[in-house]
């Protein structure tokens, strides 16, 4: 498998660069990954460590409410070493885990936890940038002749240069900035705090791609590789990084931002997961003439604010920052939106406390807060939460028909989802209307969805 590293190597890097393509062989020779891993399955709950109490232990002390809430994996944003400018993604090494979370003895101590309760843990890994307080980037700003200047993206003006985008997701209008001590521009398309790695230079593929073998001697069940469609030929970095896991004998799941193409990810990472979910056009068309015009909202409340990026799309509606606000806090509506987002092929992810009723007052997990709060006087105490608890277990029961491609159609203001697995077929029937409707034998309230096997 060796042969197929250096090939690979030698298509992004020059031959005299092949002694660092050794290295990274040579270290997988050397070392064995941890094999204790679970696959990650049910419904998966994205959350900043810092909203389930701030650190490793409080995190074990959650464990007992994500089995209620019947959560089969926990997906953590960030753990690396970090000054937390930018949600933790900002990360200063990623050989040392965040001081204020705790050691990676006591990762180690949540993972066996999660691990006994049959949770499987994923983990964020920026690979696309660092911060600005990382090491390379405090050496490479001092000097044009420092070790490290390489490793990031200058410019000596930025007189005709546009911001730089990525893919169709949002970034920054500004993407240049000042370095004054060198008097020249760095690249930090994501935000001033985290300059943009050049991954032309080699010394970056392998530096990081050492920094994630180190990873899988934790037996962590999966790594997220945020904006990993931001760097230089991504496609052939991902495959090279796969075929490195693979060297070490690490069969570890690697998901993919929802920017890369489908089949790009499908033909290069097996086993391999995903963060975004593929919807179908009716899907599509269905949910933005629906909702956009019974909620009189916003023209894009299809596909991607349906999916798992909940808080960055909400931030550019109307200056609200939360799905709860965008929904005026009905919950019925927020339950549509994730069942809509659990229908589609995948892994269903839900955000956060504010995907289940929490606010950005309380920044934590407070399960009786979550429970009895923020319900208003039309619904019952524990109505969206045992709800939400009934949409999981639908997830892990249906699990082998959710993994298959639908077939869709659409009824006037229904959405109808149809999935067959052996000699069983799966409805799903979505209603967009704020009015009861009739299908064959079925009511469907106003906002609601029904599931069921025939």
């Known amino acids: 498998m060796s042969n197929r590293i250096i090939q690979l190597w030698k298509s992004l890097y020059n031959d005299n660069t092949t002694q660092l393509c050794h ?35 409080t995190i074990r002390e959650k464990i007992p409410f994500l089995k209620e809430l019947n959560i089969g994996s926990l997906w953590l944003t960030s753990v690396f070493s970090t000054p937390c400018r930018q949600k933790g993604f900002d990360i200063s090494s990623l050989d040392e885990i965040e001081f204020e979370l705790g050691s990676e003895k006591g990762l180690e101590l949540l993972i066996e936890s999660l691990h006994n309760d049959n949770i499987s843990l994923i983990l964020d890994v920026v690979i696309s ?17 420092s070790k490290n200047r390489n490793k990031y993206i200058w410019t000596n003006t930025t007189e005709g240069l546009k911001p730089v985008k990525h893919n169709h997701w949002p970034s920054p209008d500004k993407t240049w900035f000042y370095n004054s001590s060198t008097d020249d521009y760095y690249l930090s398309s994501r935000g001033e ?34 904006w990993i469609q931001d760097i230089w030929h991504h496609k052939k970095v991902l495959k090279l990084i796969k075929y490195c896991f693979e060297e070490i004998g690490a069969d570890l799941p690697i998901i993919c931002h929802q920017n890369i193409p489908h089949k790009t990810t499908k033909s290069i990472l097996k086993p391999f997961a995903y963060e975004s979910k593929i919807a179908p056009e009716e899907w599509v068309k269905l949910i933005s003439k629906n909702i956009t015009q019974d909620w009189k909202r916003h023209k894009n409340l299809s596909f991607n604010l349906l999916q798992d990026y909940f808080h960055n799309h909400c931030q550019m509606v109307e200056n609200k920052k939360y799905l709860w606000d965008i929904v005026d ?17 995948g892994f269903h992810t839900i955000l956060g406390p504010n995907s289940v009723g929490a606010t950005e007052t309380i920044g934590t997990y407070d399960e009786e807060y979550i429970r009895k709060t923020r319900f208003d006087k039309f619904f019952p105490p524990h109505k969206y939460y045992n709800q939400l608890i009934e ?37 799903q029937i979505f209603n967009l209307s704020s009015k009861k409707i009739d299908y064959k034998d079925k009511s469907i309230e106003a906002y609601s969805y029904l599931w069921y096997l025939e």
Not at 129 to 145: C, G, L, N, Q, V
Not at 391 to 419: A, H, M, W, Y
């Open 129 to 145: 940038r660092t911060s600005i307080e990382h090491p390379w980037f405090i050496d490479a700003r001092t000097s044009p002749k």
């Open 391 to 427: 949409l999981n277990k639908q997830c892990v029961e249906f699990k082998d028909f959710l993994q298959l491609k639908p077939k869709v159609k659409s009824k006037g203001t229904l959405l109808i989802i149809q999935r067959r697995h052996k000699k069983e077929r799966l409805w």
């Open 23 to 57: 290295n990274i062989i040579g270290y997988c020779k050397n070392k064995t990954t941890n094999n204790g891993r679970i696959n990650i399955k049910g419904t998966v709950l994205k959350s900043n460590p810092y909203e389930l109490g701030g650190n490793f232990r």
């Open 193 to 226: 705090d985290m300059p943009d790695l050049n991954w032309k230079n080699p010394e970056v593929a392998h530096d990081i791609i050492l920094s994630l073998l180190k990873l899988t001697e934790l037996p962590i069940d999966g790594i997220h590789l945020p």
């Open 329 to 345: 806090g009905d919950h019925q509506k927020l339950l549509l939106i994730q069942a809509l987002n659990a229908s589609l092929t």
